[in-house]
Antibody, heavy 121, light 107 residues
Framework: EVQLVESGGGLVQPGGSLRLSCTAS????????MNWVRQAPGRGLEWVSV???????YYADSVKGRFVISRDNSKNTLYLQMNSLRVEDTAVYYC???????????????WGQGTLVIVSS | DIQMTQSPSTLSASVGDRVTITCRAS??????LAWYQQKPGKAPKLLIS???SLESGVPSRLSGSESGTEFTLTISSLQPDDFATYYC?????????FGQGTKVEIK
Protein backbone atom coordinates (compact mmCIF):
# COMPACT_ATOMS: atom_id res chain seq x y z
CA GLU A 1 0.00 0.00 0.00
CA VAL A 2 1.32 3.43 -0.93
CA GLN A 3 1.51 6.05 1.82
CA LEU A 4 2.81 9.59 1.68
CA VAL A 5 3.22 11.36 5.01
CA GLU A 6 4.01 15.07 5.16
CA SER A 7 5.53 16.79 8.16
CA GLY A 8 7.32 19.99 9.06
CA GLY A 9 4.50 22.48 8.88
CA GLY A 10 3.88 25.08 11.55
CA LEU A 11 3.79 28.75 12.38
CA VAL A 12 6.58 30.92 11.02
CA GLN A 13 7.10 34.66 10.78
CA PRO A 14 7.23 36.46 7.44
CA GLY A 15 10.74 36.23 6.02
CA GLY A 16 11.39 32.98 7.85
CA SER A 17 12.15 29.49 6.58
CA LEU A 18 10.64 26.06 6.92
CA ARG A 19 11.43 22.64 5.48
CA LEU A 20 8.62 20.27 4.67
CA SER A 21 9.16 16.53 4.39
CA CYS A 22 7.17 13.87 2.57
CA THR A 23 8.14 10.35 3.57
CA ALA A 24 6.97 7.61 1.27
CA SER A 25 6.23 3.95 1.79
CA UNK A 26 5.10 1.55 -0.89
CA UNK A 27 6.84 3.53 -3.62
CA UNK A 28 10.37 4.73 -4.31
CA UNK A 29 10.61 8.51 -4.41
CA UNK A 30 13.67 8.54 -6.68
CA UNK A 31 11.95 6.37 -9.29
CA UNK A 32 8.91 8.61 -9.52
CA UNK A 33 8.06 12.17 -10.42
CA MET A 34 6.93 13.85 -7.21
CA ASN A 35 5.27 17.21 -6.75
CA TRP A 36 3.97 19.63 -4.15
CA VAL A 37 0.52 21.19 -4.35
CA ARG A 38 -0.81 23.75 -1.88
CA GLN A 39 -4.18 25.06 -0.85
CA ALA A 40 -4.66 28.33 0.98
CA PRO A 41 -7.49 28.33 3.56
CA GLY A 42 -10.85 28.33 1.78
CA ARG A 43 -9.19 28.56 -1.63
CA GLY A 44 -8.45 26.31 -4.59
CA LEU A 45 -5.50 24.11 -5.42
CA GLU A 46 -2.21 25.59 -6.58
CA TRP A 47 0.61 23.56 -8.10
CA VAL A 48 3.95 24.47 -6.50
CA SER A 49 6.84 22.36 -7.77
CA VAL A 50 7.92 19.07 -9.30
CA UNK A 51 11.02 16.88 -8.97
CA UNK A 52 11.16 14.39 -11.79
CA UNK A 53 12.88 11.02 -11.51
CA UNK A 54 15.60 12.36 -13.82
CA UNK A 55 16.19 15.20 -11.26
CA UNK A 56 14.63 17.86 -13.45
CA UNK A 57 12.85 20.46 -11.31
CA TYR A 58 10.28 23.14 -12.04
CA TYR A 59 8.58 25.76 -9.89
CA ALA A 60 5.51 27.95 -9.99
CA ASP A 61 6.40 31.60 -10.58
CA SER A 62 4.99 32.46 -7.16
CA VAL A 63 7.70 30.44 -5.38
CA LYS A 64 10.59 30.46 -7.87
CA GLY A 65 13.81 31.61 -6.24
CA ARG A 66 12.42 31.07 -2.73
CA PHE A 67 11.50 27.36 -2.59
CA VAL A 68 13.73 24.38 -3.37
CA ILE A 69 12.49 20.86 -3.99
CA SER A 70 14.83 17.95 -3.30
CA ARG A 71 14.90 14.34 -2.18
CA ASP A 72 16.95 12.02 0.01
CA ASN A 73 17.02 8.63 -1.66
CA SER A 74 18.35 6.88 1.45
CA LYS A 75 15.37 8.12 3.43
CA ASN A 76 12.86 7.77 0.58
CA THR A 77 11.78 11.31 1.38
CA LEU A 78 10.86 14.37 -0.66
CA TYR A 79 11.53 17.84 0.70
CA LEU A 80 10.40 21.39 0.12
CA GLN A 81 12.73 24.02 1.53
CA MET A 82 10.76 27.23 1.84
CA ASN A 83 12.69 30.47 2.35
CA SER A 84 11.68 34.13 2.50
CA LEU A 85 8.17 33.07 3.44
CA ARG A 86 5.29 35.45 2.86
CA VAL A 87 1.84 35.69 4.39
CA GLU A 88 0.42 34.49 1.06
CA ASP A 89 2.35 31.21 1.41
CA THR A 90 -0.04 30.21 4.19
CA ALA A 91 -1.62 26.96 3.04
CA VAL A 92 -1.92 23.23 3.46
CA TYR A 93 0.92 21.67 1.50
CA TYR A 94 0.39 18.28 -0.10
CA CYS A 95 2.93 16.01 -1.73
CA UNK A 96 1.70 13.75 -4.52
CA UNK A 97 3.08 11.19 -6.95
CA UNK A 98 3.01 11.50 -10.72
CA UNK A 99 2.91 8.09 -12.36
CA UNK A 100 4.86 7.77 -15.59
CA UNK A 101 3.74 5.13 -18.08
CA UNK A 102 4.62 4.51 -21.71
CA UNK A 103 1.10 5.68 -22.59
CA UNK A 104 1.53 8.94 -20.72
CA UNK A 105 1.64 10.47 -17.27
CA UNK A 106 -0.99 10.14 -14.56
CA UNK A 107 -0.73 13.11 -12.23
CA UNK A 108 -1.28 12.99 -8.50
CA UNK A 109 -2.65 9.47 -8.16
CA UNK A 110 -1.38 9.27 -4.58
CA TRP A 111 -1.54 12.16 -2.10
CA GLY A 112 -0.38 12.73 1.43
CA GLN A 113 -2.69 14.09 4.11
CA GLY A 114 -1.12 17.54 3.96
CA THR A 115 0.75 19.73 6.42
CA LEU A 116 -0.35 23.24 7.39
CA VAL A 117 2.01 26.16 7.07
CA ILE A 118 0.99 29.46 8.65
CA VAL A 119 3.04 32.54 7.91
CA SER A 120 2.13 35.26 10.35
CA SER A 121 3.69 37.77 12.69
CA ASP B 1 1.17 29.97 -18.42
CA ILE B 2 -1.90 27.98 -19.45
CA GLN B 3 -5.08 29.29 -17.85
CA MET B 4 -7.83 26.84 -16.92
CA THR B 5 -11.29 28.40 -16.73
CA GLN B 6 -13.70 26.18 -14.85
CA SER B 7 -17.46 26.68 -14.62
CA PRO B 8 -19.73 26.95 -12.82
CA SER B 9 -18.11 27.87 -9.50
CA THR B 10 -21.11 26.49 -7.62
CA LEU B 11 -23.74 24.02 -8.71
CA SER B 12 -26.88 23.17 -6.74
CA ALA B 13 -28.40 19.82 -7.63
CA SER B 14 -30.49 16.97 -6.27
CA VAL B 15 -29.76 13.29 -5.94
CA GLY B 16 -30.39 11.65 -9.29
CA ASP B 17 -29.65 14.79 -11.34
CA ARG B 18 -27.27 14.78 -14.28
CA VAL B 19 -24.58 17.39 -13.75
CA THR B 20 -21.89 18.79 -16.00
CA ILE B 21 -18.76 20.75 -15.09
CA THR B 22 -16.72 22.45 -17.80
CA CYS B 23 -13.06 23.41 -18.00
CA ARG B 24 -11.60 25.46 -20.82
CA ALA B 25 -7.87 25.71 -21.50
CA SER B 26 -6.35 28.92 -22.83
CA UNK B 27 -4.36 26.92 -25.39
CA UNK B 28 -4.10 23.38 -26.65
CA UNK B 29 -3.25 20.82 -23.97
CA UNK B 30 -3.98 17.78 -26.11
CA UNK B 31 -5.72 15.37 -23.73
CA UNK B 32 -3.51 16.09 -20.72
CA LEU B 33 -6.34 16.98 -18.40
CA ALA B 34 -7.19 15.49 -15.01
CA TRP B 35 -10.23 15.80 -12.76
CA TYR B 36 -10.17 15.62 -8.96
CA GLN B 37 -12.76 15.43 -6.22
CA GLN B 38 -12.10 17.02 -2.84
CA LYS B 39 -14.13 16.78 0.34
CA PRO B 40 -13.67 19.16 3.30
CA GLY B 41 -10.51 18.52 5.28
CA LYS B 42 -9.31 15.83 2.89
CA ALA B 43 -6.70 15.57 0.18
CA PRO B 44 -8.00 15.66 -3.39
CA LYS B 45 -8.75 12.36 -5.08
CA LEU B 46 -7.86 11.71 -8.71
CA LEU B 47 -10.95 10.72 -10.70
CA ILE B 48 -9.98 10.96 -14.36
CA SER B 49 -6.72 11.39 -16.26
CA UNK B 50 -6.00 11.94 -19.94
CA UNK B 51 -9.37 13.69 -20.24
CA UNK B 52 -11.51 10.56 -20.17
CA SER B 53 -9.64 7.70 -18.50
CA LEU B 54 -11.45 6.73 -15.32
CA GLU B 55 -9.23 5.78 -12.40
CA SER B 56 -9.69 2.35 -10.86
CA GLY B 57 -12.50 2.30 -8.32
CA VAL B 58 -14.20 5.45 -9.59
CA PRO B 59 -17.91 4.88 -10.26
CA SER B 60 -18.94 4.61 -13.89
CA ARG B 61 -21.58 7.32 -13.41
CA LEU B 62 -18.63 9.75 -13.74
CA SER B 63 -17.19 10.38 -17.17
CA GLY B 64 -14.90 12.84 -18.91
CA SER B 65 -14.92 14.14 -22.45
CA GLU B 66 -13.14 16.71 -24.58
CA SER B 67 -13.76 18.89 -27.57
CA GLY B 68 -10.75 20.93 -28.60
CA THR B 69 -9.73 22.96 -25.57
CA GLU B 70 -13.01 22.37 -23.72
CA PHE B 71 -13.25 19.52 -21.26
CA THR B 72 -16.27 18.20 -19.44
CA LEU B 73 -16.86 16.14 -16.32
CA THR B 74 -20.30 14.56 -16.24
CA ILE B 75 -22.03 12.78 -13.38
CA SER B 76 -24.94 10.90 -14.92
CA SER B 77 -26.95 10.44 -11.73
CA LEU B 78 -25.77 12.40 -8.72
CA GLN B 79 -25.36 10.36 -5.55
CA PRO B 80 -24.96 11.57 -1.93
CA ASP B 81 -21.24 10.73 -2.03
CA ASP B 82 -20.77 13.08 -5.00
CA PHE B 83 -21.43 16.31 -3.10
CA ALA B 84 -17.93 17.79 -3.03
CA THR B 85 -15.67 20.24 -4.83
CA TYR B 86 -14.24 19.28 -8.21
CA TYR B 87 -11.08 20.60 -9.87
CA CYS B 88 -9.60 20.22 -13.31
CA UNK B 89 -5.84 20.37 -13.92
CA UNK B 90 -3.78 20.58 -17.06
CA UNK B 91 -0.50 18.68 -17.07
CA UNK B 92 0.54 19.39 -20.63
CA UNK B 93 3.04 22.11 -19.83
CA UNK B 94 4.77 23.40 -16.71
CA UNK B 95 3.67 25.17 -14.66
CA UNK B 96 0.76 22.82 -14.25
CA UNK B 97 -2.41 24.74 -13.49
CA PHE B 98 -5.74 24.00 -11.84
CA GLY B 99 -9.18 25.34 -12.52
CA GLN B 100 -10.81 27.43 -9.81
CA GLY B 101 -13.02 24.58 -8.62
CA THR B 102 -16.73 23.73 -8.72
CA LYS B 103 -18.61 23.11 -5.50
CA VAL B 104 -21.51 20.71 -5.98
CA GLU B 105 -24.11 21.44 -3.31
CA ILE B 106 -27.34 19.80 -2.28
CA LYS B 107 -30.33 21.66 -3.71
Amino acid sequence: EVQLVESGGGLVQPGGSLRLSCTASGLTVSSNHMNWVRQAPGRGLEWVSVLQSDTYTYYADSVKGRFVISRDNSKNTLYLQMNSLRVEDTAVYYCARVAVHSSGWIPNDYWGQGTLVIVSS
Amino acid sequence: DIQMTQSPSTLSASVGDRVTITCRASQSISSWLAWYQQKPGKAPKLLISKASSLESGVPSRLSGSESGTEFTLTISSLQPDDFATYYCQQYSLYPWTFGQGTKVEIK
